[in-house]
């Protein structure tokens, strides 16, 4: 397969520099431009004929429009490109119509290279699967799909990590926001050592997020809270 094509949308330009550096990091994808307005982007998805970009990466506050207007924009042009929404936006009625404008992939700021890297390896695998000839031959192959671009099952979660731990642990942040990984062992009666785990993996998989915590002595504390 061809490298994917990326244009970066962002108004910033030091985070589209580094979105830019980012997405050439990852094997298989090269930026085919960058653009600091929705009007840029659109102008220049115009300009390739819709054809020489596979991925648009869209903050969705930019300065003159927002992004989910170029999704539409973009929609209503007949332009079939995929779009990984890179943004800070965490309103769920934004989520929603992302998802119903066919965005593949919805990041949140800030996030880590790891986690980037893991929706442009997984968008890559769903691309692969998509541009294969043929049809599928039942149920389980669509399922397989989807799973690629979503993200993993709860069946493939990490050695020694297992479903029943990991819901208590979501349980315990769900009551009580921002919580340290000692106060979510004396929540579900696992170890300091275990909750740590389960909540590091909370934060790989963007379903918390860490925090240092202040007002103690010495180095702050970390605590977690739920995304």
């Known amino acids: 397969m061809n ?23 990852v094997p298989g994808f090269v930026v085919a431009g960058v653009a600091h307005t929705g009007r840029e982007a659109m102008a220049a998805l115009r300009r390739r004929g819709g054809t020489d970009i596979d991925l648009v990466l869209l903050d969705f506050r930019l300065p003159d429009v927002h992004g989910l207007d170029v999704c539409r924009a973009l929609r209503a042009a007949g332009s079939s490109v995929d779009v990984l929404a890179v943004t800070s936006a965490r309103d769920l009625a934004v989520v929603r119509t992302a998802v119903s404008l066919g965005v593949t992939h919805y990041l949140l700021k800030p996030f880590t290279f790891a986690a ?27 399922d397989r799909m989807f799973a690629t671009l979503r993200g993993a099952a709860p069946h493939t979660l990490p050695k020694g990590l297992d479903v029943q731990t990991l819901n208590r642990v979501l349980s315990a942040l769900a009551e009580r926001a921002g919580q340290s990984a000692s106060e979510v062992s004396q929540a ?32 702050p504390e970390v605590e977690y809270r739920p995304v």
């Open 116 to 142: 980037f890297r893991d929706k442009l390896e997984r968008y890559a695998d769903y691309r692969r699967q998509a541009l294969a000839d043929g049809e599928v031959a039942a149920q389980h192959e669509v």
């Open 188 to 219: 579900t009666g696992i170890s300091r050592v275990t909750a740590r785990r389960y909540l590091e993996y909370l934060v790989t998989i963007e379903r918390a997020v860490r925090v240092p915590r202040y007002g103690t002595p010495g180095r």
């Open 3 to 25: 490298d994917i094509r990326v244009l970066v949308v962002e108004d910033e330009p030091l985070l589209a520099e580094a979105h830019t550096a980012y997405t050439e990091r």
